[in-house]
């Protein structure tokens, strides 16, 4: 058991509040999309429009608010977005029709990306350096424990398949917001970096970052698969019952709570990052491969070809995420971390902004040809990060060891 926990101090503060709000979460990612389809009474293709823009909105916000971590403390700024992501959930309760739909999501997408911004200032100010890949896996599998805990709960939401029983996961997520506050309110505040007033945000102009960051950003695309792509995809193209979508998201989620810490002790430099993501790319091909395979399939099928994609999805995503946070903080200059990682995080508000949109039309409408696409343009972008973080490392003022080619 002591292997599943971060060391007692901040780290295991961190994972507490990480844990707080995501057993909420897990029953928020199993049902949203069941919920804004039967519940709200919007189309599939409208809640992947209204998903983009919300999350372009908070790809925009995620740099200015990390710099605000920076410069005002990450303690504060975070505890402040996570009472905002609270609201934003509740603020769900109470939307019918299209646009109270899109000013909610507008506002949970930016809470969500300035508070990603301030947990990792806010662990830059806690943590050395070289324990930073460590705690992030041990954050990710405390995460995904709570989220497995919670999609089990939505699992019975949907089971029930009543708008009560929709609207008491929400009401659950957005409490588990507020909890989150109150923990990080338990953390010692870390000074802030002291950037000059007026000073531009030097993330925008570094240019080999930013080009690590957005192969990132496509890598990334997995994320809508099992809060959103996956579910429609299992309702409307295969046989196999709609409750499977909650046992998917347990299994990708146990598996990350076991395993990802065991994963990132393979990445301890920028060498063995490049190799972790080039290894998840064809891991996601094979993925998207498998996945294909469910559709016009008797259910029995159906369930194993689902069941065998999310194996190797989850083992494509431990790789990728260790690989991605090794680099993300290497190639961060000191005192800029909540900047650089406004943009390095705003690969996943990007990746919620197209994936959504990306994912839908891909799957739903080309099928098995969207499959592939998807694993080739994750297979490339895994293979282009070698030569990109070697450029980036070769910028740093005090260059990391450079990857392989």
Same mark, same amino acid.
């Given at each position: 058991?002591?292997?599943?926990?971060?060391?007692?101090?901040?780290?295991?503060?961190?994972?507490?509040?990480?844990?707080?709000?995501?057993?909420?979460?897990?029953?928020?990612?199993?049902?949203?999309?069941?919920?804004?389809?039967?519940?709200?009474?919007?189309?599939?293709?409208?809640?992947?429009?209204?998903?983009?823009?919300?999350?372009?909105?908070?790809?925009?916000?995620?740099?200015?608010l990390?710099?605000?971590?920076?410069?005002?403390?990450?303690?504060?700024?975070?505890?402040?977005?996570a009472?905002?992501?609270?609201?934003?959930?509740?603020?769900?309760?109470?939307?019918?029709?299209?646009?109270?739909?899109?000013?909610?999501?507008?506002?949970?997408?930016?809470?969500?990306?300035?508070?990603?911004?301030?947990?990792?200032?806010? *662990? &830059?100010?806690?943590?050395?350096?070289a =324990? /930073? !890949? $460590? #705690?992030?896996?041990? +954050?990710? %599998?405390? @995460?995904?424990?709570?989220?497995?805990?919670?999609?089990?709960?939505?699992?019975?939401?949907?089971?029930?398949?009543?708008?009560?029983?929709?609207?008491?996961?929400?009401?659950?997520?957005?409490?588990?917001?507020?909890?989150?506050?109150?923990?990080?309110?338990?953390?010692?505040?870390?000074?802030?970096?002291?950037?000059?007033?007026?000073?531009?945000?030097?993330?925008?102009?570094?240019?080999?970052?930013?080009?690590?960051?957005?192969?990132?950003?496509?890598?990334?695309?997995?994320?809508?698969?099992?809060? *959103? &792509?996956?579910?429609?995809?299992?309702? =409307? /193209? !295969? $046989? #196999?019952?709609?409750? +499977?979508? %909650?046992v @998917?998201?347990?299994?990708?989620?146990?598996?990350?709570?076991?395993?990802?810490?065991?994963?990132?002790?393979?990445?301890?430099?920028?060498?063995?990052?490049?190799?972790?993501?080039?290894?998840?790319?064809?891991?996601a091909?094979?993925?998207?491969?498998?996945?294909?395979?469910?559709?016009?399939?008797?259910?029995?099928?159906?369930?194993?070809?689902?069941?065998?994609?999310?194996?190797?999805?989850?083992?494509?995503?431990?790789?990728?995420?260790?690989?991605s946070?090794?680099?993300?903080?290497?190639?961060?200059? &000191?005192?800029?971390?909540?900047?650089?990682?406004?943009?390095?995080?705003?690969?996943?508000?990007?990746?919620?902004?197209l994936?959504?949109?990306?994912?839908?039309?891909?799957?739903?409408?080309?099928?098995?040809?969207?499959?592939?696409?998807?694993?080739?343009?994750?297979?490339?972008?895994?293979?282009?990060?070698?030569?990109?973080?070697?450029?980036?490392?070769?910028?740093?003022?005090?260059?990391?060891a450079?990857?392989?080619?």
């Amino acid at each position: 058991m002591s292997r599943l926990l971060p060391p007692p101090g901040p780290q295991r503060t961190l994972a507490l509040a990480q844990l707080a709000n995501s057993v909420g979460d897990g029953a928020y990612y199993v049902t949203s999309a069941l919920y804004f389809t039967h519940v709200v009474g919007l189309a599939p293709t409208r809640i992947g429009l209204g998903l983009t823009a919300a999350w372009a909105v908070g790809s925009v916000v995620g740099v200015p608010l990390g710099r605000i971590a920076d410069r005002r403390g990450p303690r504060g700024t975070a505890v402040l977005l996570a009472l905002a992501t609270g609201a934003a959930v509740a603020s769900f309760l109470v939307v019918r029709g299209f646009l109270p739909f899109l000013a909610a999501a507008c506002c949970y997408a930016t809470a969500q990306s300035g508070l990603a911004a301030a947990r990792q200032a806010l *662990l &830059a100010g806690l943590v050395a350096p070289a =324990e /930073r !890949t $460590g #705690a992030l896996a041990y +954050l990710q %599998s405390t @995460l995904n424990a709570g989220l497995a805990v919670g999609a089990g709960l939505g699992g019975i939401a949907l089971t029930a398949q009543a708008g009560a029983a929709y609207r008491a996961v929400f009401a659950v997520d957005a409490l588990s917001f507020l909890l989150c506050a109150l923990v990080l309110l338990r953390l010692p505040p870390v000074a802030p970096a002291g950037a000059p007033p007026g000073a531009r945000i030097e993330v925008l102009r570094d240019r080999p970052y930013a080009l690590v960051a957005l192969l990132n950003t496509v890598l990334l695309l997995r994320m809508p698969l099992l809060s *959103l &792509a996956l579910p429609l995809w299992i309702s =409307e /193209r !295969t $046989g #196999a019952p709609e409750w +499977l979508v %909650s046992v @998917l998201f347990v299994l990708n989620t146990a598996a990350v709570t076991l395993f990802q810490v065991r994963t990132a002790r393979a990445v301890t430099g920028l060498t063995t990052a490049v190799r972790a993501i080039r290894r998840s790319g064809v891991l996601a091909l094979l993925t998207c491969a498998v996945f294909a395979l469910s559709a016009g399939t008797p259910a029995w099928l159906a369930v194993t070809a689902l069941a065998g994609g999310s194996v190797l999805l989850v083992a494509a995503e431990m790789l990728q995420s260790a690989g991605s946070w090794q680099l993300g903080f290497d190639l961060a200059p &000191a005192g800029r971390v909540g900047e650089y990682q406004g943009l390095f995080g705003a690969g996943v508000t990007v990746a919620r902004t197209l994936g959504p949109l990306l994912l839908t039309t891909l799957l739903m409408e080309l099928g098995t040809t969207g499959w592939l696409l998807l694993g080739g343009m994750i297979l490339a972008a895994s293979y282009a990060m070698g030569p990109a973080s070697r450029r980036a490392a070769a910028t740093r003022p005090a260059p990391a060891a450079a990857p392989a080619a």
